[in-house]
């Protein structure tokens, strides 16, 4: 096998990410550099099974999405073999006992994701086959009938892909695809027509005449008639469902033009008169369609919202089982009230519940109140669903599951708030329906007003040349084509956008609502600064701190254990500690090489101090001989980002759930002011604030803020889990931070420019157009040539159009 | 004239031959995605290098 690939040093040798200030400290010369410990253990898992080709691939492979670095989440998976759970959400198996499942996987970004997820079956046992659809990021793995699904799952999150099940719903996917196949036949048989009339269409403009004349007619109406009645089908439906809706819709005037385009034609090969339209209109029907298809075809690939409705939060718990009278996994929608369940350091609480342990622990409430600090829990608290625990283990007695508890409540509000949402309607509908019903009335008059002069043949072709030219099939064509052009880059930046309105929606804000707690900063505590007194320094200073620390189970330590980790992770290094003390709230102290260590809350001081922060003091032998700052880490992109959302003529506004001084501390930071900075919001008065406004875009995490979100104008997730996400928010973004969305804004005005010089365009041709025919000018060659010559120009203006997004998004992505 | 009569239904013949091959196609999930596919040609030549000196 090769040697695996060592790249610059200043980035992390698996994902590529520029390494931070922070992460420097694992640096040396010989070694591969990382960014985290997530990636470097993939880097472990990888070299020592001899798959160090996945750097080779990477080297050379093109981005698909925007790397991040690895997260393992070490959860177990053993619910996913819990044979109630596999009956819900496993597809049937095949007939000799072999099973198929279907993963969504985060973190898929390159040609070498790839490679290694299909390498799946020489990593686990029991995986027949693996393949992954790239654009959709869902692997469909194949396994033997006596596999484990768990520990599949578990090596995948090992690889840093984190697998979510997708409820398989077999009929849906099956529609699609059948649907999705009947479009493309569509396609071929107007794409076959099409072409073969226009090849016919020569020689009649050339003026072929006589019995070759007739011939070439005849068949062009034989070939018409695919076109009509199996090609055209979806804009009679289409064109039949906003008749019924009493509103007019492109296709409206669409299948006009190709029905009575076609019935006049036909009318006129049957007489022997020169006038058929039969290659413009089967043109026109296979350029919508093929367009219309691209864009399909692009929002399915970006995750469509059919698909998430599928998504199910992994989730299992562990229930104390009276009868057994042991802990045993169960999926969590087994959970009744009453049920005493575990919850380990760093979960996430399947249910509310009052805490049972005697002791006590921490819960992080960042979930609900956006307050990153812990608070402390006693027995009989009460804990809420979706608040992390962060200290000991703890039990709880189950008090409300799924829907009742509080989040649930938050979440089913949220849900009921984006059904009340006014439905937008398309961007080209809007911009063509005034014009679409003046072509209709204006080729009705036309007939009426040149029948009356001339006669029944000349009238007939006037109008019949009105409605083909005006037909706004540039239109048609180049707004799909400029909006999927930005869909799709922006899904490939790892911005999920549910819909084409949301990104029309993004163009027109005007203010800017931010979450604090996880948008603006990390939302968990770090160590923000470690100051030594350097006549003191010692070289086994940290190593001691890290092991004292390393034996509690506070936050403020386990933060410090991340800091140190590095320095002193060889076990081997790991030093002995006598008589070792934990005064809660207060710090430890312990022996370590010979020296009394303690670690300490230090008080406040004046001049050095900030809301923002917790301080920490590392004593040796009763002498302070570190200053350690703790808190809640600004993001390194807020700042950037922000100066850009103001730039583009935006006001951002914060609000948060957490108290004001350190809200007041962070805006002020961001040159914010004050009284655009709202602390102590509960996730009701953040909707409240949001809710009505027009051109207001919500920033926030896709769980506490989730009624605001659902509530905003338009909203985007930056935080939290995509399936929670983006049942609330119109936009998710993968990667943690605002600066993501600040490019997503600018790309939202620069497409909406885009369209609108389309839309002028298109306009100036079909005036052109309306003219030449209404005054008589318009015969079926000149209209033959203006329609694809005016598709052609608006073709290029979008891609003109992009080719400033594409500089945009080659900063994202490289 | 009696050439055109002759060429045109073999034309056309052909015309829906081809149409009958990309129908038989889609219909065989050929294009249901077109992504992966893509990227995978690059990846196939490696598996075909190490199978072969593996021999």
Known sequence: MTDLATTSQNFCTHCGNALTAESTLRIDAVSPAFCCAGCETVYAILSSRGLGRYYEIKEACELIRKPRPVRVSHESFA?????????????????????????????????ACLWLVEKLPELVSGVESAQLDIGRSIARLTLTPDAKLAP??????????RPHIIRHDEEAAALLKRENRTWLTRIGVAATCAGNIMLMAVPLYAGADGYAGQLFRWVSLALFVPTLFYSSVPFFRSAWSSLRTRSISIDVPIVLAIVFGGIISAINVVRGSEHIYFDSLSALVFLLLSSRYVLRRIQQSALGSSHLLNFLAPSRARRFDPELRELKEVPVHTLKADDVIEVQTGEIFPADGLVATPGGGFVSNALLTGEAVPTPVREDDLVYSGTENQGEPLQIKITATGLQTRIGEILRQAEEASRTKARIVDVTDRASRWFLAGVVISAILLFVVVYSYTGVDEALNRALALMIVTCPCALALATPLALSISLSRAARAGILIKSANAL??????????????????????????????????????????????????????KALVRHLGSEARKPALCPEISDFQETLGLGVSGTVFGHHYGLKTLPQRDGFSS??????????????????????????????????????????????????????????????????????????????????????????????????LSAAYVSAAVHGSVELSLRTADIYVAS?????????????????????RNLIFSLFYNLLGAIGAIFGWMNPLFAAILMPLSALTVFLSSKWGTSALRQVFSELTT | MNIV???????????????????????????????TPAHKMLLDDVNDHERNSRK
């Open chain 1, 611 to 708: 809301p923002l922060a917790t301080y920490i003091g590392l004593y040796r032998d009763g002498s302070l001989i570190a200053c350690i700052t703790l808190g809640d880490r600004m993001r390194s992109d807020s700042v950037p980002a922000l100066n850009r959302i103001r730039s583009l003529g935006l006001e951002p506004i914060v609000l948060s759930g957490d108290n004001q001084t350190v809200v007041n501390e962070v805006a002020s930071r961001l040159a914010i002011a004050k009284e655009r900075a709202f602390s102590e919001f509960s996730p009701e008065q953040k909707r409240e604030a949001v809710a009505g406004r027009k051109d207001c875009l919500m920033v926030g995490d896709g769980a506490n803020d989730a009624v605001a």
């Open chain 1, 504 to 557: 029309e929606k993004l163009s027109t804000v005007k203010t800017v609502f931010l979450d604090k707690t996880g948008t603006l900063t990390e939302g968990r505590f770090d160590v923000l600064d470690w100051r030594d007194i350097p006549e003191l320094r010692n070289p086994n200073d940290r190593l001691a701190a890290w092991a004292l620390e390393r034996q509690s189970r506070h936050p403020i330590a």
């Open chain 1, 736 to 756: 943690p931070g605002v600066s993501t969305l600040a490019h997503l804004l600018e790309m939202s005005k620069e497409t909406m420019r885009t369209i609108h």
């Open chain 1, 79 to 111: 619910y996913l073999d819990d044979p109630e759970f596999q009956k819900l959400y496993l597809m049937p198996s095949l007939e000799d006992g072999r099973k198929t499942v279907e993963l969504y996987l985060e973190g898929v970004h390159c040609v």
């Open chain 1, 152 to 161: 599949i799952a578990a090596e995948l999150d090992r690889l840093g892909y």
């Open chain 2, 5 to 35: 009569s002759a060429l045109l239904p073999i034309a056309i013949l052909l015309a829906f031959g081809f149409l009958g091959a990309f129908v038989w196609a889609s219909r065989g999930g050929q294009y249901d995605d077109l992504e």
